[in-house]
């Protein structure tokens, strides 16, 4: 009887294998790969990107706000990313853009200073569809 079953398992197996592989694809495959994240257009010598990455950038990834919406950084003077192709294109750096699901939803053009960008990016962040800030 021992031996049935294991010859059964052993001829089943990479059917099922197969059929598990097949369900966990279309189940992925129906997910979003990332909700929301912030994209940062820079350029190489702006000040402003500097200060922002002296100020900002090392801490944000740990914030709420990074979490709910990760940094993506974007070179102005290299090809523009094929996901974007909805976003508007910018010149001004930094130009901070908040995209959800491959579409616009906010956009920061340039760098106030700290004290203003942490309630401008909780402004921007309140216009995600399924998410906030706590």
């Known amino acids: 009887m021992r031996t049935k079953i294991t010859a059964l398992t052993t001829r089943l197996a990479p059917g099922l294998m197969l ?9 992925a495959a129906q997910l979003p790969a ?3 994240e912030l994209v940062m257009l820079e350029q190489p010598g702006c000040s402003w990107c500097k200060r922002w990455n002296e100020e900002i950038g090392t801490a944000y990834p740990n ?3 990074g979490k709910l919406a990760p940094l993506r950084r974007v070179d102005i003077t290299e090809g523009w990313p094929a996901d974007l192709g909805q976003v508007r294109r910018e010149r001004l750096t930094p130009t901070f853009i908040l995209v ?3 579409e616009e939803v906010a956009r920061l053009r340039g760098y106030p200073g700290a004290h203003f960008f942490w309630p401008v990016l909780n402004d921007m962040l309140s216009k995600l569809s399924s998410t906030s800030i706590n």
């Open 19 to 27: 059929s598990l592989t097949l369900a966990i694809t279309l189940l």
């Open 34 to 36: 990332r909700a929301a």
């Open 63 to 65: 914030t709420e706000e």
């Open 100 to 102: 959800e699901d491959g």
